[in-house]
Every structure is written in C-alpha cells, then in structure tokens.
T-cell receptor, first 111, second 113 residues
Framework: GQQVMQIPQYQHVQEGEDFTTYCNSS?????IQWYKQRPGGHPVFLIQ?????EVKKQKRLTFQFGEAKKNSSLHITATQTTDVGTYFC???????????FGGGTRLMVKP | DTEVTQTPKHLVMGMTNKKSLKCEQH?????MYWYKQKAKKPPELMFV???????INESVPSRFSPECPNSSLLNLHLHALQPEDSALYLC????????????FGDGTRLSIL
C-alpha cells in the first residue's frame, strides 16, 4: 500500500533559526496536504498542494511539491516559539480516496 | 475553536463496557472520518463516510462500530475494547472527499482499564 515518510522525526532549533521537514511518498500523489498539531491539540489544516512543482507561501512558511509529485517540503524561516508542534504531511494517491499521513516532524523551539 | 464537536472529551471504560463517541459538524460537509491516534504517532484512518454511506473501513476490528445517522452526525460505538485501544479518537469532516481539507475535532481521549 501507499507509504508516506517524513524526516526528521524531531528537530530542536533555537528561536530565529530556520526549519525544514521533508515528506516522501512511495507512489505518485494527486495532492498533498500539510497539517500542524500543537501539543495536546488536534491537527489543523495548513495548506494543500496539487500541481507538479507548486510552491506556496504563508508568511514565514514555504511549501513545495516535487516535480514528480512524490515529495514535498515545508520550510519555516526564523522560527518562533509559536511554531512549536508536530507537522504532518498527508498525501492522497490517484487510486485511493483516502489521505495517508506521514509520521510527522516534531518541532521544538528554544527561546 | 473547532467547528467539529466531539463528545465526550475524555472517557474511561472497562473492557466489558459499551459506550459511544459522538461527532457533529454543521459546515455542510458530506465526508466524515474517524481516526485513531496513539501518542507521538500520526492519525490512523479507521472509517470514512461519504454522503452518509460507509465508503472505507480500514480493517478495523468489529469491536468498533461506526454509524452515520445523518449528514451532520457521526458515532463510534465501542464494545469489549482492549487496553491497546486506549488512544485519542479524532473525528474529521471535509466538503466532499480527501481532495478537500479535513477539519478535525478536539478528539476523545479514551482509556481502557
């Protein structure tokens, strides 16, 4: 079945440093979504990417979808303590009607 | 504040009990989902309802029984659960299918004694 892998599992950064998480799928995706889950909270939708090579920005967050639509990345510039949480990518294959979540990257920011 | 409401927020039950988790949304979404999430793990899909019909059952044991009484409500009936079923149970909804963003509820934290 479809597998979605995310690296790294954990990342500690000093406030102000940049952060990137990478997502790789075993199959070509029709779309990829990114979610953020704060400690003790629920996943909150951040963005969806659909087109090959697509790049979208939300303030300090930059999301990319690979040309082959099998990988994606989330980059945060100048992290803040409010960025703390686990970032999940979730991909949908062309064949299925379900999202498969990556393992998540837990971001910790030291003030 | 979340637009998907789940009750109860916490539930402790014995292995012989029968209980139900409830989920409600009033966004007009036609797809609703149940996920199970263990600590430090991603959400794991259990069931998908599309237009009030069960469309996906991810090989979930029969001790979990979903029900979708109408387009706004989703229930998860629990019976004879095992300690390993202790987890956060998340409900989500989306406009139509997984092409659309999913809106999650706060979840029910379930503990099986």
């Amino acid at each position: 079945g479809q597998q979605v892998m995310q690296i790294p599992q954990y990342q500690h950064v000093q406030e102000g440093e940049d952060f990137t998480t990478y997502c790789n799928s075993s199959t070509t995706l029709s779309n990829i979504q990114w979610y953020k889950q704060r400690p003790g909270g629920h996943p909150v939708f951040l963005i969806q990417l659909v087109k090959s090579g697509e790049v979208k920005k939300q303030k300090r967050l930059t999301f990319q979808f690979g040309e082959a639509k099998k990988n994606s990345s989330l980059h945060i510039t100048a992290t803040q303590t409010t960025d703390v949480g686990t970032y999940f990518c979730a991909g949908r294959s062309w064949a299925g009607n379900m999202l498969t979540f990556g393992g998540g990257t837990r971001l910790m920011v030291k003030p | 504040d979340t637009e998907v409401t789940q009750t109860p927020k916490h539930l402790v039950m014995g292995m012989t009990n029968k209980k139900s988790l409830k989920c409600e949304q009033h966004m007009g979404h036609r797809a609703m989902y149940w996920y199970k999430q263990k600590a430090k793990k991603p959400p794991e899909l259990m069931f998908v309802y599309s237009y009030e019909k069960l469309s996906i059952n991810e090989s979930v044991p029969s001790r979990f029984s979903p029900e979708c009484p109408n387009s706004s409500l989703l229930n998860l009936h629990l019976h004879a659960l095992q300690p390993e079923d202790s987890a956060l149970y998340l409900c989500a909804s989306s406009q139509r299918d997984s092409l659309r963003p999913q809106h999650f509820g706060d979840g029910t934290r379930l503990s099986i004694l």
